[in-house]
């Protein structure tokens, strides 16, 4: 069965298809500022990245040539993580992306500490409307005894 043909619209396309989601550009930053690295280093360099999606990204750094992994026949086995030229290239590209963020890190953090104050306001507008738990009685019914009458 023939593979589909991989096809890109522009230059950008194909840098976000390499370098798309959450941890690869973490993950290339943690390897540019600190060299060769272990794994288990890397994982302690980027908070908050499970062990499961670490080990995808790097394969997949690694399959698109971004990213060198070195294995050494020791006991217990040693694997090194490195960045290979064409992964160095792309950290370059990637830095004036970084100084964007350095630049409007303030503005971004009040944008989205405002957009989750708005999300709890909403949470507790519904919460409020809602029929409160073991009140035995839905919002709008009499109590049985004003009905009886």
Known sequence: MAK????YGCGLHAAVDVVGGKWKPLILWALHAHGTTRFGELRRLIAGVSEKVLIQQLRELEADGIVHREIYPEVPPRVEY???PLGESLNTALLPLGDWGDHF???????K???LAAEDDAERAVEDDAPHAGAGARQG???RAAQAA
């Open 82 to 84: 490195s960045v290979t």
């Open 105 to 111: 890190m303030a503005q971004i953090l009040a944008i």
């Open 4 to 7: 589909a043909k991989i096809m």
């Open 113 to 115: 500490e405002a957009q």
């Open 141 to 143: 019914d009499a109590p």
